[in-house]
Nanobody, 125 residues
Framework: VQLQASGGGLVQAGGSLRLSCEASGRTFAGYVMGWFRQAPGKEREFVGAITWSGGSTYYADSVKGRFTISRDNAKNTVYLQMNSLRREDTAVYFC???????????????????WGQGTLVTVSS
């Protein structure tokens, strides 16, 4: 199982970026896909997640209204559209996947089984 994140780069504050995460190696039907990030010197934190159908999305308060998660199941790909970027959004962004389970919040990294390698997003002032 592989998750390949891409789309990171350098962007000015107020700008936008779209990250992609392509999954391969198995079918991800029924899987929840998530995004996490880790800033220098800080712990990894939840950004957002989306269910297989796309009917449910979850976001960290810090990104609500600015970031949008979507997925294309035919391509086994999940996207993270990031708008109105701020310097504090600078981090390595990771995608992750886990089977849907009742009782999970899909906001904690221990809930996710598979992880991508990360892509760096740098927001300059």
């Amino acid at each position: 199982v592989q998750l390949q994140a891409s789309g990171g780069g350098l962007v000015q504050a107020g700008g936008s970026l779209r990250l992609s995460c392509e999954a391969s190696g198995r079918t991800f039907a029924g899987y929840v896909m998530g995004w996490f990030r880790q800033a220098p010197g800080k712990e990894r934190e939840f950004v957002g997640a989306i269910t297989w159908s796309g009917g449910s999305t979850y976001y960290a308060d810090s990104v609500k209204g600015r970031f949008t998660i979507s997925r294309d199941n035919a391509k086994n790909t999940v996207y993270l559209q990031m708008n109105s970027l701020r310097r504090e959004d600078t981090a390595v962004y990771f995608c992750a996947a886990t089977p849907y389970r009742r009782g999970y919040y899909f906001k904690f990294d221990y809930e996710f089984n598979y992880w991508g390698q990360g892509t760096l997003v740098t927001v300059s002032s």
